[in-house]
């Protein structure tokens, strides 16, 4: 049973989020803050958590940079009521997996719970399937409709990085520091990768690389 953690202040949509989690076989912890929750995380295994941003003490946003800095890769679902672009901005640049805007719907939480629990699975497998499109990651190996082709290896972990968050930008920097590993590679670089890794999945149907201009790039579906 998947273990999940909700952390929210307001005790009343606490209990609601996890009754509603609990009804769907979920083994759910509450936490009424970021400090709770990471207390809590030091002797529970969790497979995902939901958050508030405006906590009492450490934001939403700071618990989740402070995960990701210690290399935590448990997934995050942000619940909140900031609704600025902006503010997704942020949740997202600091390492959210996914993000809503109260007031929710339930059903809608409950499936991209889901969805998030099965992006990890597949990424702890080291194998990604997005459609009838599969990624394998030891292998560094496309396989879709057209047929199986190995990629290089930073075409294949930009591919596989954007895919793992499919309609999620990601800023030339963030892709830079991830695949390279901050090295002294510069955008052209990434722009060459990107638009040889275009010429490779052009037959392919199930997703395309959008350049967002003055920010970066996403993995769309088409």
């Not at 009754?19 to 970021?34: D, I, M, R, V």
């Amino acid at each position: 049973m998947f273990k999940l953690l909700v952390i929210e202040d307001n005790l009343d949509l606490q209990e609601l989020f996890i009754k509603t989690l609990q009804k769907n076989n979920y083994h759910t912890f509450g936490a009424e803050s970021a400090e709770q929750a990471l207390k809590l995380l030091e002797t529970e295994y969790i497979d995902l958590i939901i958050t508030d941003v405006m906590l009492p003490g450490m934001s939403g946003f700071e618990l989740i940079h402070t995960l990701r800095e210690s290399q935590s890769n448990i997934p995050v679902l942000v619940i909140t009521a900031k609704s600025d672009i902006a503010d997704k901005q942020i949740g997202f640049t600091f390492g959210a997996d996914d993000y809503m805007v109260k007031p929710i719907d339930l059903k809608e939480m409950l499936l991209r719970v889901s969805a998030l629990l099965r992006r990890a699975k597949s990424v702890s497998d080291r194998k990604l399937t997005f459609g009838n499109t599969v990624l394998e990651y030891d292998i560094w190996t496309l396989t879709d409709e057209n047929g199986t082709q190995v990629l290089p290896q930073k075409e294949f972990q930009l591919l596989y990085k954007m895919l793992s968050y499919p309609g999620q930008i990601f800023t030339r920097q963030q892709l830079l520091d991830d695949i390279w590993g901050g090295t002294q590679e510069d955008s052209h670089t990434l722009d060459v990768h990107i638009s040889r890794l275009r010429e490779k999945i052009k037959a392919n149907t199930d997703f395309e690389i959008v350049t967002i201009r003055g920010l970066g790039y996403r993995a769309v579906k088409k």
